[in-house]
DNA sequence: AAATTAAGTTCCACATAATGGAACAAAATA
DNA sequence: TATTTTGTTCCATTATGTGGAACTTAATTT
């Protein structure tokens, strides 16, 4: 059905909704709160209809109209978001291993899940100093240059994985960052035969990570957890020594959503 | 097209919208994640309707549906919240004087703001133990029964006030929750003559909290900050001694603001 | 296993809600 | 004050959502 021989266009067939979240979009995306001006500018709407739509969103708490008449995301976004979180059964299965593996090894532990192809970061404990929160909970990283984001990947099957690399831009965050399909399926297929994934400094400069791929038998997860640090306390090394560990956990994980979610999907 | 009896009822005019939102309300605030067939009896729609308005939230990623048909809500709304959160420049003036305010006091410190009748916590900055995130930013509780909830009401205008009162249906979750409005209304007086409010364990058994507004110049921001701890360690005297500190911190906060958004509005 | 019931999905004539051009109002700038 | 920019409202047109019914699939019962 999907006539999918040459470009990506999957074109969006949500009707009015599909319009309204790009605006969400553009607005939540933007560095700064966005006039209406600008918003016109981006969105390519008539006049007319931006006006409308943007109040909707307003009125339906998706969008906040300051005092100067810009406009800045919802905090209804919010309350949506602590439900959203609070009841992920993923996340609630993985919190004890999560922290497990924190006390295990002294550093940062993340949850994530692939959507799109992106990384949503679903939870993260950290050690001692009180985490700044949203800092990295919800946050969408790229794939393709997290640890997390590449275990993700080796689950996938061929063609999925092709559909979902041919949709790739790659944006060079770093030296290590992979800049090609190519080199990116190398290192995949490398993952997927071992198990674990590194993050070379790919996402960030001097940041480094361990990663091992955890999904639920249906499929609706697939993602990963890792182990997160300065990559002057973290040596390749000791990320390779850490391997085990990280699998273990992600076997736990997954063991749990075996048990929790029965046999029977 | 609308019988309005009276004339008060603003009943939302989202159109399209608006009937989304209330399935994603009706999904996101359920226990558990519901079938097609739950909703369908919740949101009185033609199964046709409901089926398509469903398949387009799911495809917005607003909504997840797993291998057995049940609806949970989408991570994007994760995302969504991420941003929100991120670049909330209310929540970013208040951040720091949370922390003194927290490391004078040892005990938890709270910011929420006033969206339609609730509180929506923005901020949460605890003790020692790692914070489990969502746990509380971003949670709506009723306004009428929470430190920063009354703090906030205080700040509105009376016709406002009444108005919202009138709208209110007092859930009594402690012997001491206010059970109506009259009662709330002569705490609000107080609580605005004084400038400080209590949470007599009036949201959750053997929890108090010492509460003071805060708002900005345009009223975009009506809310306020908290003090919050167990009643055996938090004495009503202790309370009302820290009455004094939280009134600070919530003056240098719209200090804070006043700088920071300039004189213009 | 076949029959029966329930649950979920697709279809299409119809009605409603979104569209967008233009006229209007309000600020900002000259 | 005149002029431009920015934001808001209006309404005939049209696209989109609606909902009853027919259909398919899965679960339950006989």
Redesign the pocket.
């Known amino acids: 059905m999907n006539s999918n021989g040459d470009g990506m266009t999957q074109a969006r067939?949500?009707?009015?909704?599909?319009?309204?979240m790009v605006l969400l979009d553009l607005v939540t995306h933007a560095d700064a709160p966005l006039?209406?001006?600008?918003?016109?500018a981006l969105a390519g709407?008539?006049?007319?209809?931006?006006?409308?739509?943007?109040?909707?969103l307003v009125e339906e708490g998706l969008l906040e109209?300051d005092g100067?008449?810009?406009y800045a995301p919802g905090l209804r976004l919010l309350d949506f978001a602590a439900r959203s979180w609070a009841r992920n059964e993923f996340r609630m299965i993985a919190e004890p291993h999560l922290a497990d593996l924190q006390q295990a090894t002294g550093e940062t532990v993340h949850l994530g899940v692939l959507r799109g192809s992106s990384i949503i970061y679903l939870d993260k404990v950290e050690g001692r100093q009180p985490v700044r929160m949203y800092s990295q909970i919800g946050n969408a990283s790229p794939c393709y240059c997290t640890g997390v984001g590449k275990a993700a990947l080796s689950l996938l099957p061929p063609d999925s994985l092709a559909d979902l690399l041919a949709g790739l831009s790659f944006t060079r965050f770093t030296a290590s960052t992979h800049a090609s399909a190519e080199t990116l399926l190398a290192e995949i297929r490398e993952i997927a035969d071992q198990g674990y994934a590194f993050d070379r400094e790919e996402h960030e400069a001097g940041i480094r990570c361990v990663a091992a791929p955890v999904w639920s038998e249906d499929r609706t997860f697939v993602g990963g957890i890792s182990i997160t640090g300065p990559a002057y306390r973290l040596s390749m090394e000791l990320l390779r020594e850490w391997a085990v560990p990280v699998q273990l956990a992600a076997g736990r994980i997954m063991e749990g959503m075996r048990i929790r979610l029965g046999p029977?999907r």
Chains 1, 2 share one sequence.
């Open positions: 067939e949500t009707g009015t909704l599909g319009k309204l006039r209406f001006t600008d918003i016109l709407q008539p006049r007319g209809t931006l006006h409308r739509q943007l109040s909707h109209l100067d008449g810009r029977r």
